[in-house]
Structure formats: C-alpha cells, structure tokens
C-alpha cells in the first residue's frame, strides 16, 4: 500500500482533473486517489492530489485562498466565458483606458456576488449546469458571495480592436476566473473572456512544489500525511493520554487556534485527526490512527 499523503501536480493543458487523478492512481498503485478543487481543461498548474487516507483531507484544503496568473480578451463573449467556447459577440476594444480597465477591476476586488459560468459543474436541480448547457438549455444560475482578496492587472496588450490584459488574482474559494474576465468586460461595454489560466496557489501548496506528469512518472513523490497537515492547518500537540482520548474521537479543551481545521498531533509528531474547535471544546473532524 502506497504511504497516504498529498501530491502536488502542475496539471498540463488538455487534461481534466480526472485525467489526472486517473494518471495517478496507475503511478501511486491504489484506486484512493481524489482532488482538491477542479481546473477545466484549458488551466495549467497547482492541482492538489489525495492519496489513501490523506483524500479526507481535500475537501478541507479545497475551502482555502487560491492565487492564478491569467490573461483576460476584451472584445470577444464565449459561451463559456473562455477561450473554449463559441463567440458570441464581438466589439471593439480599442477605445477603452487603461484608467477604465483598473477601475473595472476595482469594482470586481473584495467581497462580491459572482454569477458563476453557464458552462460550470454547479448542480441545478441535481443535475451538472454544464450538462444543460451543452443540450441547449438556458440554465439560471444565481449569484453567490465570493472574495477577490487581489486582482492586480501586469500587462495590457493592445491588438487591433481587441486588449488582452495579464492579471494576478488571489480569491477565495467557488470564485471563477472566467467570471472576473466575463463581468470586466461587461462592465467595460466591450465583452470580454478568459484565454489562458494557471493556477499558483492552493491554501500553502505552490507552483515551485508541484511536479509534472512526467516528472511524477519517473518519481512518484507523495508528500507525507503529517507534513501536508502542518503545513495546511494550525497545529495542537497534545499528551500521550489525550492523544488516547482523540484516538477514539473524544472532545478536548479548545486552546484558542481559531476558526476551520486544526491537525492534532501525537508527541511521537503522528498525526492523530483533523479536528476544529467549536463552544470551549475541540472535536476531531476526521481521525487518522487506526
């Protein structure tokens, strides 16, 4: 059995995140392989990899900040607000200051409601938004509240009628990037969508960690359970007698290490649970030792 613990993989174009967890599991040898946080296709970079017990703690890792790097088109919408879609409109951008551009981006940095993609994995009525959208149905997606903690235009690329815009963006969470391009654009009266995306950042885990497909081939390096822990969530080092007590899922006194998840460990430095702290009293989320 492969040692549990996280991947970090720097997803190449083309590939879906389930491509890559398929890729995986054929270099971890075992079927206990998820992700944390899909890319489309289009996106390169940082997709976090759960192998054996370390998949509990994706869906923790998943709720933390992001950062991308991206280029964003105005002048053109697409049926999915990316390069991957079919144009729907063009107008000219060639009017529009940069003055324009970084007060558009303005409006779009801090807490915001964000109406994600048609073409989106969003439920509606238990069904994959995109699912609907690809047979030909209008799908009604609401607003929901992201952050956009930076939004930092480094370039603007002037191109006929059309501008192409580089952008840094650090977001928390559910936010989408074609989003941003699609709602800048609208707000510059010109369209706009996004045509190149690389994620740099899940929570801790960046680019300079991440490996290729081919790298990982050649060497299937699984960063250990405990080590992925403490470097994700704050840590409490408890005794040998409350590491019995958490072993076996019971409550210790909260010591005041904040909101979200913490990771319990042992004095031999095993991690014992991922746990969070909740009315005076923690309470393991997931526990690890057998």
């Not at 501008?163 to 699609?182: F, H, M, N, P």
């Not at 709602?183 to 706009?192: K, Q, S, V, Y």
């Not at 095993?270 to 923690?282: I, N, P, Q």
Request: aromatic content about 4%; charged content about 20%.
């Amino acid at each position: 059995m492969p040692p549990s613990g996280l991947v970090i993989v720097d997803k190449p174009a083309g590939w879906t995140s389930h491509d890559v967890v398929g890729k995986m599991r054929r270099l971890a040898g075992t079927r206990k392989v998820g992700h944390a946080g899909t890319l489309d296709p289009m996106a390169t970079g940082v997709l976090v990899i759960g192998v054996e017990k370390a998949t509990r703690l994706l869906g923790h890792l998943a709720l933390t900040q992001k950062g991308y790097d991206a280029t964003i088109r105005l002048g053109v919408t697409t049926s999915t607000d990316d390069a991957e879609g079919e144009i729907l409109s063009t107008a000219s951008a060639a009017h529009v200051a940069e003055d324009a551009v970084r007060a558009g981006v303005a409006a779009l940095t801090g807490p915001i409601m964000q109406i994600p993609p048609q073409v989106s994995a969003i439920k509606v009525n238990g069904e994959r938004a995109y699912k609907r959208a690809r047979a030909g149905e209008e799908v009604e997606l609401k607003a929901r509240p992201v952050t956009v903690h930076a939004f930092e235009i480094t370039a603007v690329r002037r191109d006929g009628d059309a501008v192409e815009l580089d952008a840094l963006v650090t977001c928390s969470s559910g936010t989408y990037i074609r989003s941003l391009a699609r709602d800048l654009g609208t707000a510059l009266g010109t369209g706009g969508h996004l045509t190149r995306l690389r994620r740099t950042r899940v929570g801790p885990y960046e680019l300079a960690a991440a490996r290729t497909i081919e790298q990982l081939a050649e060497d299937c390096v699984i960063l250990p359970i405990a080590e992925a822990v403490a470097s994700a969530f704050p840590r409490m080092d408890v005794s040998e007698r409350d590491a019995g007590l958490v072993a076996h899922g019971g409550r210790l006194p909260a010591q005041g290490l904040g909101p979200g998840p913490i990771g319990v460990f042992a004095p031999d430095g095993t991690l014992l649970a991922l746990a969070e702290e909740h009315g005076g009293s923690t309470r393991s989320l997931a526990v690890f030792v057998p």
